[in-house]
Each structure stands twice: as structure tokens, then as C-alpha cells.
């Protein structure tokens, strides 16, 4: 059974830095592409990172592409998503996800597993 737990979460204010950790387990994600996302109330949840597990190949999402950095530890089986230069429209539940397909995929539904969610709040 694979679990997705996050941490990591927290209130922080404009301009600061946050590290969110994703702890993997229950399979083997060598093959697995890792995503996080985050959904703001009242919005759909939306893609803001991924990674290949084995290559480490990443994609951003525009609005966190030179803020946001997605890494892993493969000896941890941990996911890492460190936030720098956090803006107010930052804040929303941030969620890790899994996907068993190879591809790089930024649709929510097209994951197979997900995390509980941490959320982060960023004010101004």
C-alpha cells in the first residue's frame, strides 16, 4: 500500500522560505514520477512541480518556476519542495502526489496516489 505523507507545512510571511517534505512508502518509486500540487479555497487543485524519480528531470508551473525547487533523497524515498519568495497567492493546501506511468504529467487526475496535504499560508 503506498503512502504519501507531507510535511513541512506552516505560516510564513511574504518573502520568506518554506520546505515541504513528501516521506514515500509502500512502493517502488524508482519507476514513479512524483508531483506536488495545491489547492486554494474555492479553486481547483493545480500543478506546481514534478520530478522522475530516476533521472530527476523536473517541470515547474510557470507562476513558481525561479522560486520553487522540487528534489529528492532516493535513500530516503523523500520528495522535497523548497518555496522561496513566497507571495500571498502562495497559500493553499499543498498536496504530493505519485504517478506509476514514466511520463511527465501535470493533470491532477492522472496521479495515482496522494498525500493527506499540508497547507501554508503566506501573508503580506
Known amino acids: 500500500q503506498v503512502q504519501l505523507v507531507e510535511s513541512g507545512g506552516g505560516a510564513v510571511q511574504a518573502g520568506g522560505s518554506l520546505r515541504l517534505s513528501c516521506a514515500a512508502s509502500?512502493?517502488?518509486?524508482?519507476?514513479?514520477?512524483m508531483g506536488w500540487f495545491r489547492q486554494a479555497p474555492g479553486k481547483e487543485r493545480e500543478f506546481v512541480a514534478l520530478i522522475r524519480w530516476t533521472i530527476g528531470s523536473t517541470l515547474y508551473a510557470d507562476a513558481v518556476k525561479g522560486r520553487f525547487t522540487i528534489s529528492r533523497d532516493n535513500a530516503k524515498n523523500t520528495v522535497f519542495l523548497q518555496m522561496n519568495s513566497l507571495k500571498p497567492e502562495d497559500t493553499a493546501v499543498y498536496y504530493c502526489?505519485?504517478?506509476?506511468?514514466?511520463?511527465?504529467?501535470?493533470?491532477?487526475?492522472?496521479?495515482?496516489?496522494w498525500g493527506q496535504g499540508t497547507q501554508v499560508t503566506v501573508s503580506s
Open positions: 509502500g512502493g517502488t518509486f524508482s519507476s514513479y514520477v
Open positions: 502526489a505519485a504517478d506509476r506511468s514514466m511520463y511527465l504529467r501535470r493533470t491532477a487526475d492522472q496521479y495515482d496516489y
